[in-house]
Every structure is written in structure tokens, then in C-alpha cells.
């Protein structure tokens, strides 16, 4: 049996969306471990936020707190294409 790669790892994440006068959370202390060449599934409600944490991952959109770190770096210290290669 193959050790399984912790590819993304998700630790105490909000999401959701900020503008100057206020902050609207969707999904709070979000945590989770998504490994490589592990099938992930995310299912819920409509508006639970399952769109804004897949736009959090790819980074098009920043977490409003928390860490995203992809291969043991916060997503943050990649380049948009070398992201994009990961994700």
C-alpha cells in the first residue's frame, strides 16, 4: 500500500466576500485534507458556499482567514501558472 500524498491542506478557513463597509461569511473553520489521486467529492445545499471555497482554492478569490497550503507552501507564495498546474 502506497503513503498517501496531503496535496491541499485546509486549516481553520472563512470564505465568503468583503467589501469596505462590510463582510458577508459563508462557510467558516473550514478544515480538510485533499490527497493526490484521491477522487474529492463536494456536495451540499445551494448557497452553502461550495463555489466560493472552489474559487478560494484556485486563489481567483482570497479566504477571508485561515490557511490553503498546496505541497506544504501557502498558496499565496505560488505564481498564477504554476498554480494552475497544481490545482
Known amino acids: 500500500m502506497q503513503a498517501r500524498e ?3 491542506d485546509i486549516k ?5 466576500y468583503s467589501s469596505k463597509k462590510n463582510k458577508k461569511i ?7 485534507s485533499i490527497f493526490s489521486g484521491e477522487l474529492t467529492c463536494l ?6 458556499g461550495k463555489s466560493t471555497l472552489l474559487r478560494t482554492l484556485s486563489a481567483f478569490q ?18 498564477e501558472k504554476e498554480l494552475a498546474t497544481l490545482v
Open 6 to 8: 496531503n496535496t491541499i
Open 12 to 16: 481553520n478557513l472563512t470564505i465568503g
Open 26 to 32: 459563508v462557510a467558516e473553520n473550514i478544515n480538510s
Open 43 to 48: 456536495l451540499g445545499a445551494n448557497g452553502i
Open 62 to 79: 482570497p479566504p477571508l482567514s485561515g490557511n490553503i497550503s498546496i505541497q506544504n507552501h501557502e498558496i499565496g507564495e505560488y505564481h
